[in-house]
C-alpha cells in the first residue's frame, strides 16, 4: 500500500480514500449531481447528504487532536498517560469517541453548543480507566456511552 504522501500526489492533495468519478477525474462521485462536489456552489449531493458544520467539525478535530496529545481536560487528567490504554486495542478509544459523540449538542445552526461537557465526560471517562479510585458524578447514564 502506497504511503498517503504518495496518494496525496495522484489527486491534487487530497487523499485518495474516495474515489472521485468514474474515471478518477476531479468530478463529484454522485452521478446523479451536475457540478463536482468541490465546485463552490451547493450540488444535488450537498442537498440530499448532510454535512457537519464547520462548528462541529473544528469541536470534533480539536477534541482528537487534545486526545492524542494527551491535553484533553489537563485539570481532571493531570499526571495520568491514558495514551497507551487506549490506544492499544481499538475499544477504550471507541467508547472515548461515543461519549464525546454522545454528549455533544448542536443547535440548529450547526453550531456546538457544549464542547467543554462533552470533553469533560469523555475526560471522566478516561479517568475511570486509568484510576480505579476514580468515581464518575454523575455516574454515565446509557444514553452516553451506547455505541452507534
Given at each position: 500500500?502506497?504511503?498517503?504522501?504518495?496518494?496525496?500526489?495522484?489527486?491534487?492533495g487530497r487523499?485518495?480514500?474516495?474515489?472521485?468519478?468514474?474515471?478518477?477525474?476531479?468530478?463529484?462521485?454522485?452521478?446523479?449531481?451536475?457540478?463536482?462536489?468541490?465546485?463552490?456552489?451547493?450540488?444535488?449531493h450537498d442537498?440530499?447528504?448532510?454535512?457537519?458544520?464547520?462548528?462541529?467539525?473544528?469541536?470534533?478535530?480539536?477534541?482528537?487532536?487534545?486526545?492524542?496529545?494527551?491535553?484533553?481536560?489537563?485539570?481532571?487528567?493531570?499526571?495520568?498517560?491514558?495514551?497507551?490504554?487506549?490506544?492499544?486495542?481499538?475499544?477504550?478509544?471507541?467508547?472515548?469517541?461515543?461519549?464525546?459523540?454522545?454528549?455533544?449538542?448542536?443547535?440548529?445552526?450547526?453550531?456546538?453548543?457544549?464542547?467543554?461537557?462533552?470533553?469533560?465526560?469523555?475526560?471522566?471517562?478516561?479517568?475511570?480507566?486509568?484510576?480505579?479510585?476514580?468515581?464518575?458524578?454523575?455516574?454515565?447514564?446509557a444514553w452516553?456511552?451506547?455505541?452507534?
Amino acid at each position: 500500500m502506497p504511503s498517503i504522501d504518495c496518494r496525496r500526489d495522484r489527486t491534487g492533495g487530497r487523499p485518495a480514500f474516495v474515489p472521485f468519478g468514474n474515471n478518477g477525474s476531479n468530478a463529484t462521485h454522485c452521478s446523479s449531481a451536475k457540478r463536482p462536489c468541490h465546485g463552490g456552489a451547493a450540488t444535488r449531493h450537498d442537498v440530499l447528504m448532510g454535512h457537519l458544520s464547520v462548528d462541529v467539525r473544528a469541536s470534533l478535530r480539536l477534541f482528537a487532536f487534545y486526545l492524542a496529545n494527551g491535553t484533553i481536560d489537563v485539570d481532571l487528567l493531570d499526571g495520568f498517560d491514558y495514551r497507551p490504554a487506549l490506544f492499544q486495542f481499538g475499544s477504550p478509544l471507541e467508547q472515548v469517541f461515543a461519549i464525546y459523540g454522545n454528549v455533544l449538542q448542536v443547535d440548529t445552526n450547526g453550531e456546538v453548543l457544549n464542547d467543554g461537557d462533552a470533553q469533560y465526560r469523555a475526560a471522566q471517562w478516561i479517568r475511570s480507566c486509568c484510576d480505579p479510585a476514580y468515581v464518575v458524578e454523575p455516574p454515565f447514564q446509557a444514553w452516553e456511552t451506547e455505541l452507534h
